[in-house]
């Protein structure tokens, strides 16, 4: 396949109520997105990267600028591309996974639209609809909580996750656990925002029988997880932990997690995210598909990654409306507490012209001749 152009666009959306992390708040998306042209069709990808390097140590203008700097330029002197031979291409550029992917994610949509095939067929899915989940944020007071967790509840989602951090998680987690019983699909994630010092603390999350603590220590401490895991009942999972399939292989066989949450955009794209899959499958450990507040594009191909068999959690794959009035793409809504997986060619999506020129803030086209 050959690339005639890369378009690099800047859109703005604000979110339907702001957001809360043990990192920050987050009250609009600010989102890059890469559409690249071939002969055959054109591909959409969208990078997951903040607009701050708050969760991981990537941002939106970094990798709007690796990107038309060092990524796009090797692409392009590497002549005829698949998706396959992207990271293979792009491997002398250290890191910068969130801004690979976007890009591998552009042209594996333009190749499976040029070949008639979706996704979700490519990346080898069994399932039609996956089961949604909601990533709740951390509110001001437990009553406001209780509130939102009882909307999404009705709304249909399936399972619950609490943002969690010091000062806010047991008494937060038993009021929910107290008010919605112990069937409800529950878990916390704590985006690194405690240290093994804590386990004991920790271990006061261990009566409420959660599916799992996420990402409870910093990203570069896998032994503490590891002895974590040896103090408290809770499985412990790994988010920001986990960048590629060797760190999933890694962490499992020190033991330290259980269970692995995938994110496309950490690990550098869908490909490496489908061999994370199969790592952790081969070692009997369950994954399930985070989420980064995707647009229709991101949701897509999440959802569509989703539906592997080892897949066997509920996700962060919740309807667009979650965070959005208004998508670029259709919306993806909930049905009984489940969200379709595309079945058309490539992410199966496309965005709306119109809508997307509204939340536009700028474009970009880069070409072969660029100097
Ligand atoms: O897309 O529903 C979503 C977001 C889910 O909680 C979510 N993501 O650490 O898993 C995580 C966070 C990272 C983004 S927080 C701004
Ligand atoms: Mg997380």
Redesign the pocket.
Known sequence: MKLNAVELRRIAIPLVAP?R?S??T?TKRDILLVRVETPEADGWGECVA?SEPV?SSEYVEGAAHVIREHLVPRLFEAGSLSAARVAPVLEPVRGHRMAKAAVEAAILDAELRASGVSLAAHLGAVREAVDAG??V?IMSAIPELLDAVSSYLDAGYRRI?L?IEPGWDVAPIQAVRERFGDDLALQV?A?TAYTLADARHLAKLDPFDLLLI??PLPEDDLAGHAALARMISTPVCL??SIESARDAAAAISMGACSIV?V?PGRVGGYLEARRIHDVCAAHGVPVWC?????TGIGRAANVALAALPNFTLPG???ASD??FHQDVTEPFVLEDGRVRVPDGPGIGVTPIAAVLEQFTTSTELLGPGRP
């Open positions: 957001f992390t990192f920050g987050q903040l969760y909601v990533s944020g996750k943002k994630d985006n996420e990402q988010d920001e949450n994110k985070g989420g980064m507040l995707e962060d794959t919740s979650r965070y």
